[in-house]
T-cell receptor, first 116, second 117 residues
Framework: DTGVSQNPRHKITKRGQNVTFRCDPI?????LYWYRQTLGQGPEFLTY????????KSRLLSDRFSAERPKGSFSTLEIQRTEQGDSAMYLC??????????????FGEGSRLTVL | AQTVTQSQPEMSVQEAETVTLSCTYD???????LFWYKQPPSRQMILVIR??????QNATENRFSVNFQKAAKSFSLKISDSQLGDTAMYFC??????????????FGKGTKLSVIP
């Protein structure tokens, strides 16, 4: 399967713990996105990378959140000192970088976080 | 900031019938892009159809077509000959043509479509 892969698919943690999610994009895609989706809502933009550079971060991304994409390949999203409000589905998506339109985003199946 | 509104939280349609999902958006830009994404239950989101704002012709993809009304800032999705596999959440999304909004999608809250056999 050459689609976007996310791990773990589901994480249950206690409030105050740290969690890390991993995303492996489609190999030739140089743009990688993280979105958060809560129940009954559409995905909300968190951050994106072009190759290894993190080019934009949403104000939703508090200082407890950090994302990396070393060497422009896989990406990790870490949440420190988790809070119950962090419970959500974290979606990763990748695409190529055309000159104009964003192009089709290819999404992974998501990592669902439950904070107790 | 751009906003995307989907006013129909849930809809249902009989198999083989036609259904239209509504989407309105707010922007001050003239050039932008609009998308419909489908999220089947427990599966990843996939692109259904996209429309460039500078194109007057409505986009079509097999059974899926859009009605793009730029002046009204409306972008509805029509699904013809509905199939059971069309059961999913449908999200309307906006991408700006310039600036920070051009690097991300802004999604609506979604419409849950159920196709009834």
């Amino acid at each position: 399967d050459t689609g976007v892969s996310q791990n773990p698919r589901h994480k249950i943690t206690k409030r105050g713990q740290n969690v890390t999610f991993r995303c492996d994009p489609i190999s030739e895609h140089n743009r990688l996105y993280w979105y958060r989706q809560t129940l009954g809502q559409g995905p909300e933009f968190l951050t994106y990378f072009q190759n290894e550079a993190q080019l934009e971060k949403s104000r939703l991304l508090s200082d407890r959140f950090s994302a990396e994409r070393p060497k422009g390949s896989f990406s990790t999203l870490e949440i420190q000192r988790t809070e119950q409000g962090d419970s959500a589905m974290y979606l990763c998506a990748s695409t190529t970088s055309p000159g104009g339109a964003l192009g089709e985003l290819f999404f992974g199946e998501g990592s669902r976080l439950t904070v107790l | 900031a751009q906003t995307v509104t989907q006013s129909q939280p849930e809809m249902s349609v009989q198999e083989a019938e036609t259904v239209t999902l509504s989407c309105t958006y707010d922007t001050s830009e003239n050039n932008y892009y609009l998308f419909w994404y489908k999220q089947p239950p427990s599966r990843q989101m996939i692109l259904v159809i996209r429309q460039e704002a500078y194109k007057q012709q409505n986009a079509t993809e097999n059974r899926f077509s859009v009605n793009f009304q730029k002046a009204a800032k409306s972008f509805s999705l029509k699904i013809s000959d509905s199939q059971l596999g069309d059961t999913a959440m449908y999200f309307c999304a906006f991408q700006g043509g310039s600036g920070a909004g051009s690097y991300q999608l802004t999604f609506g809250k979604g419409t849950k479509l159920s196709v009834i056999p």
